[in-house]
Nanobody
């Protein structure tokens, strides 16, 4: 199983970025999610989407600004109105169940992370 994340970069506060994560090697229905982590802090949930794409979850800190979606084995995270506190390494993850989850231990597979830096 491989998850390949991309799309991170440097953006000014108020700007937008779209992250992508392509999954390969998974042959069952699987939900996907995005988590983020800053140095010295625990990894935190950002958003998740079900296998069908019809069910999503968002952390309160990103709700209304981030949108998660998927097209088969690729998941996207559209980030708008970015704030400096959104600066983090973003990780995509997949789990061997079709229902989305919000805790990192519920995910079986992880991508390598992509850095998002939001300048003030």
């Amino acid at each position: 199983v491989q998850l390949q994340a991309s799309g991170g970069g440097l953006v000014q506060a108020g700007g937008s970025l779209r992250l992508s994560c392509a999954a390969s090697g998974i042959f069952s229905e699987f939900a996907m999610g995005w988590f983020r982590q800053t140095p010295g802090k625990a990894r935190e949930f950002a958003a998740s989407v079900s296998w069908s794409g019809g069910s999503t979850n968002y952390a309160d800190s990103v709700k209304g600004r981030f949108t998660i979606s998927r097209d088969k084995n690729t998941v996207y995270l559209q980030m708008r109105s970015l704030k400096p506190e959104d600066t983090a390494v973003y990780y995509c993850a997949a789990r061997d169940f079709g229902f989305p989850a919000t805790r990192d231990y519920e995910y079986n597979y992880w991508g390598q992370g992509t850095l998002v830096t939001v300048s003030s």
